[in-house]
């Protein structure tokens, strides 16, 4: 090969040495992970695969693109997994507060819609994602979490994350972003709610625990005394038999070494009964014992740990019952006190205003009636009075009529006093009176006295005869005014 040759290979060699060079510098390739988006010359009306007219940029994913330095920019938008934790501050449908603290892995959509949806709004500011992602789930969060109960946040968590995923969807589709998990991490409240739900549930566990305890410890000392009796009941059979056992060997060798009289045989035979009953004595005694020190106060030990966590129920029983009863009596008794109030006061109104009635009414009748008793009684005095003093006139006129004598004498006998005191007016003013001839002076003087009453008499009788022809009630009167002058 001549040399012009070998200039005409290298050259060859060279430019696509160059050419090469200038590709590869070109060149870009995106990775896996990530999405190449490629604005500026020649890269709009690429977007057919979305059904658009253009994108304005084209997306490269798993595969290269020519990139023009000067007339078009590639920049790269991360596929990769992010995670962006979550602290909301919340409000249940039962109004308690609650702070639920979660987490979200989330990433760009694989899909180009996607990749494009996120393109335009983080491919300057990839970093605000965990800020706009926060800004939605907490969103939602608390509009859910409204809605429901805390016994529903803690015991449907599932449900809570499916909620939220799916009212989510939308505004993560616009984004271009897709929620790979969706993790409730913990739920607290300040309130104390939470822990208050599971006390009961704790209690009853701790006392389930107790009770179990309680049976284990009766069953295992049971069993130790049982195992305790059984030991002693072996330790007497051997005692038993060791001794009997003994008593045979000494009856055998008691007569193997003596064969003296009948008499040291017998007392020796007595001698082992006594020693079999001192032993079987001493075995009785060994299991009262045994009753007595272990059996008994173990029993009564179980007894009593089972008496005491049977009264520790009761007692929680009863005083559940005794609280919900008296607040069921006091809420009765504060709506009976109320309605006893209110019906009194009622009572004692419509009973004053009644009374008040009655009370009037009662006055003015009563008023009537002693009026009108009271001028009834007055009319009747008057004319009782006026009856008796013209039955009395009427009498008095009979009496004169047919006795003048006797109607005199009697007018007589009752003003015969006054009559008497007329007469002694004349010794009234006499202080010194000088009596001459003794007892028969006095004795002349009283008679003198005496017949101005006879005159009297007589005069009396004089006027009666004169006043024969008038009426009877002026003689009555005139002889009454006659009779009151004398």
Same mark, same amino acid.
């Given at each position: 090969?001549?040399?012009?040759?070998?200039?005409?290979?290298?050259?060859?060699? +060279?430019?696509?040495?160059?050419?090469?060079? +200038?590709? !590869?510098?070109?060149?870009?390739?995106?990775?896996?992970?990530?999405?190449?988006?490629? @604005?500026?010359?020649?890269?709009?009306?690429?977007?057919?695969? &979305?059904?658009?007219?253009?994108?304005?940029?084209?997306?490269?994913?798993?595969?290269?693109?020519?990139?023009?330095?000067? &007339?078009?920019?590639? !920049?790269?938008?991360?596929?990769?997994?992010?995670?962006?934790?979550?602290?909301? @501050?919340?409000?249940?449908? =039962?109004?308690?507060?609650?702070?639920?603290?979660?987490?979200?892995?989330?990433?760009?959509?694989?899909? &180009?819609?996607?990749?494009?949806?996120? %393109?335009?709004?983080?491919?300057?500011?990839? $970093?605000?994602?965990?800020?706009?992602?926060?800004? +939605?789930?907490?969103?939602?969060?608390?509009?859910?979490?409204?809605?429901?109960?805390?016994?529903?946040?803690?015991?449907?968590?599932?449900?809570?994350?499916?909620?939220?995923? @799916?009212? @989510?969807?939308?505004?993560?589709?616009?984004?271009?972003?897709?929620?790979?998990?969706?993790?409730?991490?913990?739920?607290? $409240?300040?309130?104390?709610?939470?822990?208050?739900?599971?006390?009961?549930?704790?209690?009853?566990?701790?006392?389930?625990?107790?009770?179990?305890?309680?049976? !284990?410890?009766?069953?295992?000392?049971?069993?130790?005394?049982?195992?305790?009796?059984?030991?002693?009941?072996?330790?007497?059979?051997?005692?038993?038999?060791?001794?009997?056992?003994?008593?045979?060997?000494?009856?055998?060798?008691? !007569?193997?070494?003596?064969?003296?009289?009948?008499?040291?045989?017998?007392?020796? =035979?007595?001698?082992?009964?006594?020693?079999?009953?001192?032993?079987?004595?001493?075995?009785?005694?060994?299991?009262?014992?045994?009753?007595? =020190?272990?059996?008994?106060?173990?029993?009564?030990?179980?007894?009593?740990?089972?008496?005491?966590?049977?009264?520790?129920?009761?007692?929680?029983?009863?005083?559940?019952?005794?609280?919900?009863?008296?607040?069921?009596?006091?809420?009765? %008794? $504060?709506?009976?006190?109320?309605?006893?109030?209110?019906?009194?006061?009622?009572?004692?109104?419509?009973?004053?205003?009644?009374?008040?009635?009655?009370?009037?009414?009662?006055?003015?009748?009563? =008023?009537?009636?002693?009026?009108?008793?009271?001028?009834?009684?007055?009319?009747?005095?008057?004319? %009782?009075?006026?009856?008796?003093?013209?039955?009395?006139?009427?009498?008095?006129?009979?009496?004169?009529?047919?006795? #003048?004598?006797?109607?005199?004498?009697?007018?007589?006998?009752?003003?015969?006093?006054?009559? +008497?005191?007329?007469?002694?007016?004349? &010794?009234?003013?006499? $202080?010194?009176?000088?009596?001459?001839?003794?007892?028969?002076?006095?004795?002349?003087?009283?008679?003198?006295? /005496?017949?101005?009453?006879?005159?009297?008499?007589?005069?009396?009788? #004089? /006027?009666?005869?004169?006043?024969?022809?008038?009426?009877?009630?002026?003689?009555?009167?005139?002889?009454?005014?006659?009779?009151?002058?004398?």
């Amino acid at each position: 090969m001549d040399v012009s040759g070998l200039v005409a290979t290298g050259g060859a060699f +060279v430019a696509l040495l160059v050419l090469f060079l +200038v590709l !590869r510098t070109l060149w870009r390739v995106a990775e896996p992970n990530e999405a190449m988006i490629i @604005s500026g010359l020649g890269t709009r009306g690429r977007g057919e695969q &979305f059904g658009e007219d253009s994108l304005g940029f084209k997306i490269v994913t798993g595969k290269g693109a020519l990139v023009l330095p000067g &007339f078009q920019t590639a !920049r790269r938008l991360s596929l990769d997994t992010r995670s962006s934790e979550i602290a909301v @501050s919340c409000v249940t449908n =039962q109004g308690i507060p609650v702070r639920v603290q979660g987490v979200v892995i989330y990433k760009v959509g694989d899909d &180009f819609v996607s990749i494009a949806n996120a %393109a335009r709004r983080f491919l300057d500011q990839q $970093d605000a994602m965990d800020t706009r992602i926060h800004s +939605v789930f907490a969103g939602h969060l608390r509009s859910i979490i409204g809605a429901l109960t805390v016994e529903e946040l803690i015991r449907d968590r599932e449900r809570l994350t499916a909620e939220v995923r @799916s009212s @989510s969807a939308t505004e993560m589709s616009k984004l271009g972003l897709v929620v790979d998990s969706l993790q409730i991490q913990e739920i607290d $409240d300040a309130s104390g709610y939470i822990a208050n739900l599971g006390k009961p549930y704790a209690a009853a566990v701790a006392a389930a625990a107790r009770i179990a305890e309680a049976q !284990r410890d009766q069953e295992a000392t049971e069993a130790e005394q049982i195992a305790a009796a059984n030991k002693a009941s072996a330790w007497r059979d051997s005692q038993i038999k060791q001794s009997s056992y003994q008593a045979e060997i000494d009856q055998v060798s008691a !007569r193997t070494r003596q064969a003296g009289p009948l008499a040291d045989a017998t007392a020796r =035979q007595e001698v082992v009964v006594a020693e079999t009953k001192a032993a079987n004595l001493e075995a009785d005694l060994a299991e009262q014992r045994l009753q007595s =020190q272990v059996r008994k106060p173990a029993d009564a030990k179980a007894y009593e740990t089972r008496t005491l966590a049977d009264a520790e129920r009761d007692a929680q029983i009863a005083r559940a019952q005794a609280q919900a009863r008296e607040t069921e009596l006091r809420a009765a %008794a $504060d709506a009976t006190k109320v309605k006893i109030a209110a019906q009194a006061e009622a009572e004692a109104t419509r009973a004053r205003g009644e009374a008040t009635a009655t009370a009037t009414k009662a006055t003015g009748e009563a =008023q009537a009636t002693a009026s009108r008793a009271q001028g009834l009684a007055e009319a009747d005095a008057a004319k %009782a009075k006026g009856l008796a003093e013209a039955e009395a006139i009427k009498a008095r006129a009979a009496a004169l009529a047919e006795n #003048q004598e006797a109607v005199v004498a009697q007018e007589l006998a009752e003003n015969w006093p006054a009559i +008497v005191a007329a007469g002694a007016q004349a &010794f009234a003013n006499v $202080d010194h009176m000088v009596v001459l001839n003794g007892a028969d002076g006095v004795s002349e003087l009283f008679t003198k006295a /005496l017949s101005l009453g006879g005159a009297g008499f007589g005069l009396a009788r #004089q /006027l009666m005869d004169m006043l024969h022809t008038q009426t009877p009630e002026t003689p009555v009167d005139g002889f009454g005014e006659l009779a009151n002058r004398s």
